[in-house]
Every structure is written in structure tokens, then in C-alpha cells.
């Protein structure tokens, strides 16, 4: 079965620069959301769309951006690289939560940015 | 502060005994769910159990819910070597429609062979 695609993998970037992290979703899965994961730390929610719309935000800097697009693939876009931003970042889908009955989120193998 | 904090954060256990990881969380919750993660790699959902539900189970995992203490447990029993991971509660609370996971600090569990 498909699952929740990431890419790129792993990523290096200097300090200032700019990095955007891709996501595509388990087809027909109406909702994506990001998590930022630090070393040793427990995921935390940055933001999610619902339809294409942002419908959540948590602690996301102003720094990053995301988007959903038609085809519901999600991009996050970071600037000005800090090194504090080393992280994985996760992408996950879910169903449509009326039908399902529950937000059960299918999780994507992540995206390790590296900052140096 | 988090909404899910879990304890204990580390535990090392004999392969075939049972594991507890414990989960509170902090305000009124629609449903709390358990995921695994392998080091470095993606998070698992696990089980589910509904704010009306006191006990679940699925297969070797029985995970329990008092929301009165807002509290849960995952118990892992006859454990296995390839359930060494860690392991998260997320809550999960309808705001408005919107239903985020907010994730706990997570028990690292490690199975000695």
C-alpha cells in the first residue's frame, strides 16, 4: 500500500540559507500535517492543512512557510537556517475524519535537515 | 508544558517480560493514541482508545484510560527483542473541528535479548 512520501531524505544546509521539504500524502488522505522532531525530543506539531487550507498552526517560527497544493502534496519552506532547526522533520496523513471516525495519522519516514 | 508526559522515559527490561509505560496528559482529550518509533525513522500508530473506552487491546499490546486521573498505560507483554523502540502517547483534542496530535515526551524501551 502507498504510504506517506518525503523528500529529500536528508538534507545539509548552511546557517542563513534556505531549505523546502516536500510531502506527498496516502491518496485520498484530506489532511497533512508537519512535526519537528529535535534529538531526543518528543515530535512537535508545527502545522496542518485540511482541503488545501491551513487548518492548524502550533509552533511554528515565522521563518517557515507551508503550503498544501491541488494535487495534496504538501511543501514546508524554512529560511534563514538556524542551527537549532537540525531536526527530522515528519510529514503525516490522514483520512477524512467523518468517515474514519478518528484522526489516526499515517506517518512519513521524515526528512533529517541538517544546519552546520 | 507538554500535554502527554510519560514515565518512565527509559526502561530496560529481559525479553519475555511484560513492559508499562505510563502517559498523563493535562485537559480534556477526544481520544489518546500510542505510536512507535525505531531510531531515527517514522512514528507507528499503535492503538487508539476513544475518552469513553477504559481498556483496549491488540494482539501482545492492552492499553488503558482513566480520565479521571487522565492517565494511560501501554503494557507490552511477553516482549521482544524487536519491540525495542520508543514509544509515544499523543491526545488528541477537537478544537473547533481541528484535531492535532500533541505528542508526550516518549519511553525508550530496550528488550535485552
Known amino acids: 500500500a502507498a504510504g506517506v512520501i518525503q523528500s529529500p531524505r536528508h538534507l545539509i544546509k548552511e546557517k542563513r540559507e534556505t531549505a523546502t521539504l516536500k510531502c506527498y500524502p496516502i491518496?485520498?488522505?484530506?489532511?497533512v500535517y508537519w512535526y519537528q522532531q529535535g534529538p531526543g525530543q518528543d515530535p512537535q506539531f508545527l502545522i496542518s492543512?485540511?482541503?488545501?487550507?491551513?487548518?492548524d498552526k502550533g509552533s511554528i517560527p515565522d521563518r517557515f512557510s507551508a503550503q498544501q497544493f491541488s494535487d495534496y502534496h504538501s511543501e514546508l519552506n524554512m529560511s534563514s537556517l538556524e542551527l537549532g532547526d537540525s531536526a527530522l522533520y515528519f510529514c503525516?496523513?490522514?483520512?477524512?475524519?467523518?468517515?474514519?471516525?478518528?484522526?489516526?495519522?499515517?506517518f512519513g519516514a521524515g526528512s533529517r535537515l541538517t544546519v552546520l | 508544558s507538554q500535554q502527554g508526559e510519560e514515565d518512565p522515559q527509559a526502561l530496560s527490561i529481559q525479553e519475555g517480560e511484560n513492559a508499562t509505560m505510563n502517559c498523563s496528559y493535562k485537559?480534556?482529550?477526544?481520544?489518546l493514541q500510542w505510536y512507535r518509533q525505531n531510531s531515527g525513522r517514522g512514528l507507528v500508530h499503535l492503538i487508539l482508545?476513544?475518552?469513553?473506552?477504559r481498556e483496549k487491546h491488540s494482539g501482545r499490546l492492552r492499553v488503558t484510560l482513566d480520565t479521571s486521573k487522565k492517565s494511560s498505560s501501554l503494557l507490552i507483554t511477553a516482549s521482544r527483542a524487536a519491540d525495542t523502540a520508543s514509544y509515544f502517547c499523543?491526545?488528541?483534542?477537537?478544537?473547533?473541528?481541528?484535531?492535532?496530535?500533541?505528542f508526550g515526551t516518549g519511553t525508550r524501551l530496550t528488550i535485552i535479548p
Open positions: 503525516a496523513s490522514s483520512p477524512d475524519r467523518v468517515s474514519s471516525g478518528a484522526n489516526v495519522l499515517t
Open positions: 482508545i476513544r475518552s469513553n473506552e
Open positions: 499523543a491526545t488528541v483534542i477537537s478544537n473547533f473541528g481541528n484535531e492535532k496530535l500533541t
Open positions: 492543512f485540511y482541503e488545501k487550507m491551513q487548518s
Open positions: 485537559t480534556s482529550i477526544n481520544n
Open positions: 491518496p485520498r488522505h484530506d489532511t
